[in-house]
């Protein structure tokens, strides 16, 4: 059965420096594999997904990912956080709707 | 906005009561989904509705259930409910039955169980 791990459940950067949330994926065959984003008191908002076509993955608000099989990684990245990031992050798998516990992201001025 | 809503926006019950949560996907969306958001069980996919069938089951409790009307709006039914049923309910929608289409989150029911 397809897994996915964070591996942070809270992460702390300053504004301007980068972004990395960690995912770990397990599968026995290719997975399909997506970044939610919840702000506080909000729904969740898609921000990509791997649909296999590419191994890096761009989503919105600068947001990115790389598809990575041999370390079964699926880890999100920015190149300068804003303080608006400031939200949980989910990874998850799209084949069975299984989601990780969260990383909380947040941002110093 | 993604579209999505959902009513009410908090409720606090008894244990034992029973509780309807409702939701109305986007526009065009025939699929609905329930989630539960808990601190201990992180977020987790109950059941998938697809034009008013019941097509695909997560981590329902029998004392859950849910339908889809011809409207395609959906209610989760929550009953005999326990202390440990207090959580954040999502639905989301999305165009078709596939799993890996995006999905549009509503901003999600609280419940509490006293």
């Known amino acids: 059965a397809q897994s996915v791990t964070q591996l942070d459940s809270h992460v702390s950067v300053s504004e301007g420096t980068p972004v990395l949330l960690r995912c770990n994926y397990s599968s026995s065959y290719s997975p399909s594999l997506f970044w939610y984003v919840q702000h506080p008191n909000k729904g969740l908002q898609l921000l990509l997904k791997y649909t296999s076509a590419a191994t890096l993955v761009k989503g919105i608000n600068g947001f990115e990912a790389e598809f990575k099989k041999s370390e079964t990684s699926f880890h999100l990245t920015k190149p300068s956080a804003h303080m608006s990031d400031a939200a949980e992050y989910f990874c998850g798998s799209q084949g069975n709707l299984i989601f990780g516990k969260g990383t909380k992201l947040s941002v110093k001025p | 906005d993604s579209g999505v809503t959902q009513t009410p926006k908090h409720l606090i019950t008894a244990t034992g009561q029973r509780v309807t949560l409702r939701c109305s996907p986007r526009?065009?969306?025939?699929?609905v989904y329930w989630y539960q958001q808990s601190l201990d069980q992180g977020l987790q996919f109950l059941i998938q509705y697809y034009n008013g069938e019941e097509r695909a089951k997560g981590n329902i409790l029998e004392r859950f259930s849910a339908q889809q009307f011809p409207d395609l709006h959906s209610e989760l039914n929550l009953s005999s409910l326990e202390l440990g049923d207090s959580a954040l309910y999502f639905c989301?929608?999305?165009?078709?039955?596939?799993?890996?289409?995006?999905?549009?989150f509503g901003p999600g029911t609280r419940l509490l169980v006293l």
């Open positions: 526009s065009g969306d025939l699929s």
């Open positions: 989301a929608s999305s165009v078709g039955l596939d799993f890996r289409e995006t999905q549009y």
